[in-house]
């Protein structure tokens, strides 16, 4: 891997995707932004830590040939750097987290109101800092008032939605500003499920912390259980069994169908299609019942472990699972006839919360939204690990960023999954699922690097030296939702307000996954 103009040490890791890492200068910090920028890659996540030495910003950048991640130590008495939003604008929110999180501030930043902290801290409380007391004592909350931005102009009024809503969903806050039913702005406020995982993570044995990281977006537990996994097997430098990868990978595309599935039905709910719903629903009980039957749990939660998978398939749910997908593929095939025929619907879902491909590249639109809009990167077929190097995956791509080619993304993807699952069933390796994983007597550190349903999933892990117990030193998770929430409020505008809820699940973001 070369960074042009730049002279960076870089070292290769051990992982089953290609992974880099690089200290950096603070001036280099945003040279290599730009570098990368111009070379064609992407912001893929920014995050901090702060300890008693030293003080840390991160980033990782995607590249032709892989992941980049760079490491920029600053100064005790000056925990700040260089602002990065100038270059990657879905950095803007990352930092404000890594300042809430971690007390490291970019310099100059136009944005650095609190994202993750909604007043009810103690002042100069930093919970990723290792002097930080987890069990302090918070004061009575003494809620902020968030400077939401304001539009002025005739007939020009607020909305306000949210936290609460009226159906069982995460918490957020929308603010709309419109005119009539005409939406000029909308501005988010999230941060409500932070559940501080982060530090959690580090005060948990690596071994058991696998259970935490399958929970920290319930949809996406085989994604970020397997991330987590492959992160901590590589810093331990444990080579995963062939049945075990196939294994792992037959649970994330089973995960991405239920979840296009559910989509696909509650979309055609928000257009007034409530068959759809009905249809959509039954076909993914169907399938999270054999799930339970097959791995024990309907979510597969807890089904990837460290060192390989929790349990083997029987042959008799080989056979099943099989079987389902072709009943699976016949019943999409022919409810995807008629979501196409319906004029009612397809005249909500075209040129509706329209993302243009220049837009998406721009504000760093990722996974199945970016896939949508013209945005084709897909890490199993970018950079392939076991077994989807053998797999051959189609990329699922539309370019005209609407409901219409988001739905025609999740229709492609359940037929493409339902392909691989068929393939991965038919070639499953012999041998183990589960070897024993010895974590290293240095210190050491991994990645984890999965194409989720929504996008990619990185975990990033560092762990302490054996004399310290094998301590999690630092667990960075990044949900593609961090991109994906920004570039919302721009697919809103010029729309009308009772098409909101149809944008947004078109999108279907996470809370969990991005609040950490």
Not at 86 to 98: E, I, K, L
Not at 104 to 118: C, K, S
Request: charge should be negative; charged fraction near 20%.
């Amino acid at each position: 891997m070369e960074i042009f103009g730049l002279n960076l040490t870089l070292q290769r890791l051990l992982a089953p995707v290609p992974v880099w890492r690089a200290r950096v200068t603070a001036a280099d910090w945003v040279p290599a932004a730009m570098a990368v920028r111009e070379a064609g890659g992407r912001l893929l996540a920014l995050w901090g830590g702060a300890q008693a030495a030293e003080a840390t910003v991160c980033v990782a950048y995607v590249l032709a040939d892989g992941l980049l991640w760079l490491e920029l130590p600053l100064p005790s008495g000056q925990p700040s750097y260089p602002d990065l939003a100038p270059v990657f604008p879905a950095a803007s929110r990352m930092q404000r987290a890594a300042a809430d999180l971690s007390g490291i501030f970019a310099e100059g930043a136009r944005d650095q109101r609190p994202w993750l902290n909604h007043g009810a801290w103690p002042t100069g409380y930093f919970p990723l800092r290792h002097t930080s007391e987890a069990s302090q004592m918070f004061p009575d909350a003494l809620l902020l008032d968030y400077a939401f931005v304001r539009v002025e102009g005739d007939g020009v009024h607020e909305i306000a939605v949210g936290p609460v809503h009226a159906g069982v969903i995460e918490p957020g806050h929308f603010r709309f500003s419109v005119v009539g039913e005409k939406v000029l702005r909308l501005e988010q406020r999230l941060g409500y499920t932070h559940k501080g995982i982060e530090q959690r993570m580090t005060q948990l044995p690596p071994l058991q912390a696998a259970r935490l990281a399958g929970r920290v977006s319930g949809d996406s537990t085989v994604a970020y259980a397997w991330a987590y996994c492959m992160a901590l097997e590589t810093a331990a430098s444990c080579d995963l069994a062939p049945r075990a990868a196939w294994l792992r990978a037959l649970m994330l595309e089973r995960e991405r169908v239920a979840n296009h599935l559910g989509d696909l039905g509650a979309l055609g709910n928000d257009a007034a299609f409530a068959f759809g719903l009905a249809q959509f629903s039954r076909l993914r009980e169907d399938w999270l019942r054999l799930a339970k039957e097959a791995f024990g749990h309907r979510l597969m939660m807890d089904c990837v472990v460290p060192g390989g998978v929790a349990r083997d398939l029987e042959l008799m749910h080989i056979t099943q699972l099989s079987q389902q997908c072709d009943v699976i593929e016949r019943e999409v095939q022919t409810l995807r006839s008629i979501y196409e025929d319906h004029a009612g619907l397809q005249d909500r879902f075209m040129s509706t919360g329209r993302v243009s491909p220049a837009l998406a590249a721009q504000l760093g639109l990722t996974g199945l939204a970016g896939r949508a809009s013209g945005q084709a990167h897909d890490l199993r077929c970018d950079h392939p690990g076991v077994p989807y190097d053998s797999l051959q995956v189609k990329l699922a791509s539309q370019r005209n960023g609407d409901v219409a080619a988001r739905v025609a993304v999740r229709f492609d993807e359940v037929f493409e999954s339902l392909r691989l699952i068929r393939q991965m069933l038919a070639e499953l390796p012999a041998g183990p699922v589960c070897q024993p994983l010895c974590l290293p007597e240095p210190a050491s550190r991994g990645v984890g690097w999965v194409e989720g349903w929504r996008g990619e999933v990185l975990v990033v892990l560092e762990l302490d030296e054996a004399a310290r117990q094998h301590r999690i030193r630092r667990c960075h998770f990044h949900d593609p939702s961090w991109q994906n929430w920004p570039v919302l409020e721009h697919a809103i505008m010029g729309n009308i307000v009772p098409d909101f809820p149809l944008i947004n699940k078109s999108f279907n973001l996470s809370y969990a996954g991005q609040d950490l």
